[in-house]
């Protein structure tokens, strides 16, 4: 078949009236495949059967059937979707109400204290709702949805129907809420969540525990600790565990140790200021990073500094994550700038004038890599996403690289982190399925969730008397 023009009215059509069993080729791109055996091609193939990869390689090499939809996509680059490993959906429609916060104490004070409890399950669908478009507008594909606002079954069946219907390859972190009324199901509502939505391990949504490192925040019930780690054994699912910081989070990662509860399966969110025994537990465990470089750096979490130099350090490579829009931006490319600029930043002022030993100099590679490969093993996706590689889920960005932010391209990892942007990702694809086509998401009346959106934020507003 004759290749049409990716940006082709005719090739949206065709993409559009695909039938799932149809191969999918996409010919001419510059394809970032993130699998250390393929690397960049340049130009190379991708080639798309259902919901997986079947094959990647230099253009023109890959053979495929008669039937196959062949889209050119030279002057585009292709890339694997990115990978959020911790974002608190529910709270996007209050996006920036807060953009100035302090501290972790406010934050907690104004939005779990006094918003939170005033959510419906109506409130807690457009506000996940809204978080997995924003993140698939920006070219995330797998989104951790730490959903700790679960006041009943409804409020988690809300969130979850959230993810389903935007077609996210999402995460579902159950925890319930810090503060405020809610009906006690929670965790043994998690054995309902997992038979009625989570019944198979071959679909786009996966189930997690959430928890706390300890109970300084809301109480002993948080902690993650052997109970909680029994019931996530119980599920067969993994653990996500939030506000791991300093002298505490230290100590209650030691008491996981000696206890047997770190594993590859759990996930530590910030880590910032743990001592060198704690990250010694966590590398020799295998237990997974996730570093929010924009929330630890900008509201000031502990010392604000991004873990990452402490994690490479013990052989930790960590995934990145949104954490909270109501103070902070909503996509990948802020993350992996504002990590690489800040580490930059200290290993250069370490090595001027400070006396101590810098630390090696991260790259534009490293923060693809913990935002693609390294944040689908920490979901405990590393086997389904995170690459272009053959046998994996088909969740690929298409980036332009003829606009005038990312032209002529020159180095295609450098474009990706450095250039592109929301703008420049003119399609997204989820297993194999268009969710963002044209520079358009599909299927979404944006007009129609902006006036949804500002009702819900008035509703619960005015119920917290805000």
């Not at 104490?105 to 006094?114: A, F, N």
């Not at 009906?183 to 019944?199: C, S």
């Not at 594993?263 to 966590?282: E, F, K, Q, Y």
């Not at 829009?325 to 290993?347: G, H, N, P, W, Y």
Request: charged content about 20%; glycine content about 10%; some cysteine.
């Amino acid at each position: 078949m004759t290749a049409l023009p990716i940006d082709s009215p005719q090739a949206r059509e065709a993409l559009l009236t695909r039938p799932g069993t149809r191969p999918l080729l996409l010919t001419g791109a510059v394809i970032v495949t993130q699998d250390p055996r393929v690397g960049v091609l340049s130009p190379g193939d991708l080639l798309v059967h259902g919901t997986r990869i079947e094959a990647v390689g230099p253009v023109g090499t890959l053979e495929h059937s008669a039937d196959t939809l062949v889209l050119d996509a030279t002057g585009y680059l292709l890339a694997p979707g990115f990978v959020d490993t911790h974002r608190h959906a529910w709270e996007a429609q209050l996006r920036q109400l807060m953009p100035d916060v302090d501290d972790l104490g406010e934050y907690v004070t104004s939005t779990l204290v006094g918003l939170a409890p005033a959510y419906r399950p109506e409130d807690v669908y457009l506000g996940t709702r809204l978080a997995a478009l924003t993140a698939i507008d920006s070219g995330i594909t797998c989104m951790l949805d730490f959903a700790h606002n679960a006041r009943s079954a409804a409020h988690s069946d809300a969130g979850v129907q959230a993810l389903l219907d935007t077609g996210i390859r999402g995460v579902h972190a159950s925890m319930r809420p810090h503060f405020g009324a809610w009906d006690g199901q929670w965790p043994k509502d998690l054995t309902r969540l997992r038979e009625q939505y989570f019944a198979t391990d071959d679909q786009l949504l996966t189930l997690r525990v959430a928890a706390l490192a300890t109970d300084e925040i809301a109480g002993p019930e948080l902690a993650y600790g052997p109970e909680l780690a029994q019931v996530a054994a119980d599920l067969g699912v993994g653990v996500s565990v939030d506000a791991v910081f300093d002298a505490c989070g230290s100590r209650a990662i030691r008491a996981w140790e000696q206890a047997g509860l770190l594993s590859p399966d759990v996930t530590l969110i910030h880590c910032n200021g743990l001592d060198a025994d704690a990250w010694r537990a966590v590398a020799a465990t295998g237990t997974t990073i996730s570093t929010a470089p924009t929330s630890e750096a900008q509201i000031g979490l502990e010392n604000a500094v991004p873990a990452v130099d402490e994690a490479l350090a013990v052989g930790i490579r960590p995934g990145l994550s949104i954490d909270v829009e109501v103070a902070l931006a909503s996509d990948m490319s802020t993350q992996m700038r504002a990590l690489l600029a800040i580490q930059r930043m200290r290993a250069v002022e370490r090595a001027h004038g400070s006396g101590e030993q810098a630390p090696p100099r991260i790259g534009v590679q490293d923060v693809l890599d913990f935002a693609t490969t390294d944040g689908a093993r920490t979901n405990g996706l590393g086997d389904v996403t995170g690459s272009l590689s053959a046998g994996k889920q088909a969740d690929v960005l298409v980036v332009d690289a003829r606009a005038v932010n990312t032209m002529p391209a020159n180095d295609p990892v450098g474009t990706v982190v450095l250039s592109a942007d929301a703008r420049n990702i003119q399609g997204v694809l989820v297993a194999g399925t268009p969710r963002k086509w044209a520079g358009e998401l599909l299927g979404v009346d944006v007009r129609a969730l902006h006036d949804e959106v500002v009702a819900s934020r008035d509703a619960v507003l005015a119920r917290a008397g805000r």
